[in-house]
């Protein structure tokens, strides 16, 4: 497991920007990887990423030097556990409820003592063969990232009991999820669905964890940076769209 550079970034206090994918390919994840994204997140949510797919995309990612991450279909220690061995350097569980959800996160997570992760020989620990198995547990508990993301009401109600779950790296507002939770599908300026999202902002900003959000446009992440929030999330399909239509129409006009 190498170094995570988005962690040891966070830790002097610097805004991080990511990029998901759910595509399988090592060479679109390679090529993305170079374009200038501290992190990835390989999609086992939203898309067709299984554990064996996320651990050839870090074999792609890792020689350029980026943190490889991965999203869960949701809060099961065996999904977060068959990801983690992978060697991603952490993990976005999706759909955390309640603070006690957050805490399994954590302990789905770590190794002991902190946690509850099952321990063998992986691609995650080299196998051994770089360190000793006990030293590997004390640098994975040590450089692994939680990110739980908060994209319901019953989560923003409970903001305050989640930024005192010990170990949580980011509390990630899901805007997509969060705008269905509120009956509002997809409308990420109705203001019930900003009023959500400043409210979890308030609370985790001042907090000792670093706010994150899903930001598909530049404009969306630049007045979120300007809220506070530091762990920045986007994903390629939106550029792919905008780029390929812009072509199009202007070729076609
Ligand atoms: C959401 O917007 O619901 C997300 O999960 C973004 O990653
Ligand atoms: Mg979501």
Excluded at 50 to 70: D, N, S
Aim: a negative charge.
């Amino acid at each position: 497991m190498l170094e995570n550079k988005t962690k040891a970034k966070l830790a002097a206090g610097e805004a991080v920007f990511g990029c998901f994918t759910r595509y399988r390919d090592p060479a679109l994840a390679e090529f993305i990887s170079m374009l200038g994204w501290d992190f990835m997140i390989f999609d086992g949510e939203h898309g067709p990423l299984e554990a064996h797919h996320v651990e050839e995309l870090c074999r792609a990612v890792e020689v350029r030097g980026i943190t490889p991450l991965a999203r869960v279909a949701n809060n099961q220690p065996h999904l977060i556990l068959r990801f983690l061995d992978t060697g991603v350097h952490g993990i976005h569980v999706p759909w955390v409820n309640t603070s006690a959800g957050v805490e399994q996160a954590v302990q789905s997570v770590k190794y002991g003592p902190r946690g509850v992760r099952g321990l063998a020989g992986s691609r995650a620990s080299d196998w051994g063969i770089h360190e000793s198995i006990a030293d590997y547990t004390v640098r994975a508990n040590r450089e692994t990232m939680v990110i739980v993301h908060i994209e319901t009401i019953q989560a923003v109600d409970a903001i305050e009991e989640y930024v005192a779950v010990e170990d949580v790296d980011v509390l990630f507002i899901g805007p997509t999820d969060l705008s269905h939770s509120l009956g509002h599908p997809g409308d990420l300026s109705h203001p019930d669905v900003m009023a959500a999202m400043d409210r979890v902002a308030e609370v985790v900003v001042p907090s000792d964890k670093t706010l994150g959000i899903y930001a598909g446009t530049a404009d969306f992440a630049t007045r979120w940076l300007a809220k506070g929030a530091r762990y920045f999330t986007t994903s390629p399909d939106g550029f792919l769209r905008s780029g390929m239509k812009e072509y199009l129409d202007k070729v076609r006009s």
